[in-house]
T-cell receptor, first 113, second 112 residues
Framework: EAGVVQSPRYKIIEKKQPVAFWCNPISGHNTLYWYLQNLGQGPELLIRYENEEAVDDSQLPKDRFSAERLKGVDSTLKIQPAELGDSAVYLC???????????FGPGTRLTVL | GENVEQHPSTLSVQEGDSAVIKCTYSDSASNYFPWYKQELGKGPQLIIDIRSNVGEKKDQRIAVTLNKTAKHFSLHITETQPEDSAVYFCAASSSGNTPLVFGKGTRLSVIA
């Protein structure tokens, strides 16, 4: 069974440019999470989806970050415009409905110059 | 909200020795406590978890203990091997797809 797929794996952009990350969860996993991991820190939740509905986006900086999961399967996280402080690893995770175990993808490492 | 503290931040052990990592949590409503292993350039990998109705769980060389009264839980790795070298994260959540709150991680180095 394929795991959580993320692309790209690495992205380097200049500040003020837009960037987008893509995630395809494990098949059948209705719940999808986007986490931010700063260097030397644990992951922190940005947004959680149940199917296509964002049920927890309280930690998403909505002035520059947006996310969508239009068909309740894959998801895109966007930053526009990117700032130097956005340099981090963006992790996607998924889980079955009402099941605790979350499975993470490999992440996208973003560098903003 | 939940706050998870993890210690130590770095840990070096000789191959074959045991390693122990400890975490405390603040929210008494938390009832699910997973441990993740993260290797360089990879996402966190779930290695073991425990729920609040259990005090201890073991899977081969790894075990986790939970003390609900004291609000702390620990990861124990026995007979460590060089491939155990990684960053380990503890986390806590209440059940039902609620977000995980992670500790800051422990960098474990197993010296051959």
């Amino acid at each position: 069974e394929a795991g959580v797929v993320q692309s790209p794996r690495y992205k380097i952009i200049e500040k003020k440019q837009p960037v987008a990350f893509w995630c395809n969860p494990i098949s059948g996993h209705n719940t999808l999470y986007w986490y931010l991991q700063n260097l030397g820190q644990g992951p922190e939740l940005l947004i959680r989806y149940e199917n296509e509905e964002a049920v927890d986006d309280s930690q998403l900086p909505k002035d520059r970050f947006s996310a969508e999961r239009l068909k309740g399967v894959d998801s895109t996280l966007k930053i526009q415009p990117a700032e130097l402080g956005d340099s981090a690893v963006y992790l996607c995770a998924s889980s079955l409905p009402s099941v605790d175990e979350q499975f993470f993808g490999p992440g996208t490492r973003l560098t903003v110059l | 909200g939940e706050n998870v503290e993890q210690h130590p931040s770095t840990l070096s052990v000789q191959e074959g020795d045991s390693a122990v990592i400890k975490c405390t949590y603040s929210d008494s409503a938390s009832n699910y406590f997973p441990w993740y292993k993260q290797e360089l350039g990879k996402g966190p990998q779930l290695i073991i978890d425990i729920r609040s109705n259990v005090g201890e769980k073991k899977d081969q060389r790894i075990a986790v203990t939970l003390n609900k009264t004291a609000k702390h839980f620990s990861l124990h790795i026995t007979e460590t091997q060089p491939e155990d070298s990684a960053v380990y994260f503890c986390a806590a959540s209440s059940s039902g797809n609620t977000p995980l709150v992670f500790g800051k991680g422990t960098r474990l180095s197993v010296i051959a």
